[in-house]
């Protein structure tokens, strides 16, 4: 037997971040520049400005090795006036499953 909630989901997620805002001091969104990290980016936007929270705090980790349709998209979010940025190098080895002779990116 299937139970559906009577709500939709954005209204759903909308109340799950509330929460998260309103048990949580410091917020901080992980984002990646992919679309499942801008809805959650502009769903935490929405909620933040709602609760008057802004700037709202978002994280990059940027490998260095991201296409360029991906950076153009972080830094429309990352100078954003409601956005304290958080955009981070981090020197790291990730393993190359492209090539027989390169073993490390």
Do not use: C
């Amino acid at each position: 037997m299937r139970i559906y909630g009577t709500k939709n989901v954005l209204d759903a997620a909308l109340d799950r971040i509330r929460f998260i805002f309103n048990e949580f001091p410091n917020v901080v969104v992980s984002y990646s520049g992919g679309k499942d990290s801008t809805v959650i980016f502009n769903l935490g936007l929405q909620v933040a400005r709602e609760l008057n929270r802004l700037p709202l705090k978002v994280f990059f980790l940027d490998q260095e090795a991201e296409w360029q349709s991906t950076i153009d998209q972080v830094r429309l979010v990352m100078y954003d006036k409601d956005i304290d940025p958080m955009w981070m190098q981090v020197p790291f080895r990730l393993f190359n499953a492209t090539s027989a002779n390169d073993h490390w990116l």
